[in-house]
Nanobody, 118 residues
Framework: HVQLVESGGGSVQAGGSLKLTCEAS?????MGWFRQAPGKERAEVGI????????TYADSVKGRFTISRDNTKNTLYLQMNSLKPEDTAMYYC???????????????WGQGTQVTVS
């Protein structure tokens, strides 16, 4: 059982940046970020495996968001730049059973951190 704890959310103006952090209780091969806006289903943001060489992103965040990880700290990051109001959502960190960009492969979830862009 993996425990995941996100931090770093907040409120920012459009065009601004935020960096989210997810601390895992143990090492995880594949980790990802997902988000859920009010009234919408949880959606993929991006995933990264333990090598960290080829993250995969949803089209909506490509070129603006960057996923990285520090395996020595069991920590996952999400750098979000050029934020838009439509990026407003609760952001969740997840450990995936398979390293494919699909919410259905998430095995463990964090509690989420809110990002609001105005």
């Amino acid at each position: 059982h993996v425990q995941l704890v996100e931090s770093g959310g907040g409120s920012v103006q459009a065009g601004g940046s935020l960096k989210l952090t997810c601390e895992a209780s143990s090492s995880v091969y594949c980790m990802g970020w997902f988000r859920q806006a009010p009234g919408k289903e949880r959606a993929e943001v991006g995933i990264i495996d333990s090598d960290g060489r080829s993250p995969t992103y949803a089209d909506s965040v490509k070129g603006r968001f960057t996923i990285s990880r520090d395996n020595t700290k069991n920590t996952l990051y999400l750098q979000m730049n050029s934020l838009k109001p439509e990026d407003t959502a609760m952001y969740y960190c997840a450990a995936l059973s398979r390293c494919t960009l699909w919410v259905g492969y998430a095995s463990y979830w964090g509690q989420g951190t809110q990002v609001t862009v105005s």
